[in-house]
């Protein structure tokens, strides 16, 4: 575990200078995940693999969201982590994704219907579906888009029940894996903040789950490489193959 280790002294060093947001923006400037994204396709293929191998986060939402015998829409399935949890249960799935090479290498989708599309333009009817859900996807985009994204789930979501509304899946503000990027934030929300602030989104559950990669050394290439060298030289010091992970598991109700 990184909370007795000298990453966790660094990143309590580090916490009680710098506010949650300077350090979001620091690692923000650190981290790779566009470039290793488009460049290395190899190591994210390798990061989404170790992330919650089990499912677990992604099993909990289906449960908690209710999606069995719902209609179901899907926002940036990507290669369909959260699709091969929900769709088995849902009576219609339909996953939009804009990227082909997502698309292309997506794995599983079952019963899923997939379309190529963005949330903020969906060619989908209004009041067609029960649940909206998407996994790592929101605070990626910018606030505009974001927005745009969340009033496109609004329309096609309709009254069906007291639950209707849109489930999100982020890292929570807990956890080593967290720390490790110097960004948890035990006392907010941590990187979901702009969601719970500004979207009207409750966390409605943090999930403890893990990165699990093959071996040590393979974490310190992946993590390296997407964090940067700060979090490089971490893991070569204290070499770990599985870093515990907190999802945090969100609900926005539909609004009338
Ligand atoms: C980090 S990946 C997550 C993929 C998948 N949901 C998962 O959990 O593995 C973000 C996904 O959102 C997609 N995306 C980006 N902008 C989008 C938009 N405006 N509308 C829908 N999807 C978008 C990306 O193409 C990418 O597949």
Request: aromatic content about 6%; glycine content about 8%.
């Amino acid at each position: 575990m990184f909370a007795h280790g000298p990453c966790a002294a660094w990143s309590r060093r580090i916490s009680s200078v710098h506010s949650i947001e300077e350090r979001l923006a620091s690692a923000r400037k650190q981290e790779r995940w566009a470039t290793v994204y488009r460049e290395s396709p190899e190591i994210f293929r390798a990061f989404e693999n170790a992330e919650d191998p089990d499912g677990v986060a992604a099993l909990r939402l289906a449960e908690i969201a209710g999606v069995r015998g719902k209609r179901v829409l899907e926002v940036g399935c990507g290669t369909g982590w959260l699709t091969r949890a929900v769709a088995p249960l849902a009576t219609t799935h339909v996953a939009v994704e804009p990227e082909l090479r997502m698309l292309e290498r997506a794995e599983f989708l079952g019963a899923a219907e997939v379309l190529r599309a963005r949330g903020e333009s969906l060619p989908l009817k209004a009041s067609s579906f029960d649940r909206a859900v998407m996994s790592f996807v929101l605070l990626d985009l910018r606030p505009s888009v974001r927005s745009a994204v969340l009033a496109e789930c609004e329309r096609v979501l309709c009254a069906s029940d007291d639950h209707a509304g849109t489930w999100v899946i982020e890292n929570a503000g807990s956890g080593a894996f967290q720390e490790l990027r110097g960004i948890e934030d035990l006392e907010g929300h941590g990187e979901v903040r702009p969601l719970v602030e500004d979207c009207g989104f409750e966390v409605v559950e943090t999930v403890e789950t893990e990165l699990r990669f093959n071996d040590a050394a393979q974490a310190e290439l992946v993590l390296g490489t997407i964090l940067g060298e700060r979090v490089r030289a971490v893991l070569k010091r204290q070499p770990r193959a599985s870093i515990p992970l907190h999802i945090a598991l969100l609900f926005r109700p539909r609004r009338d």
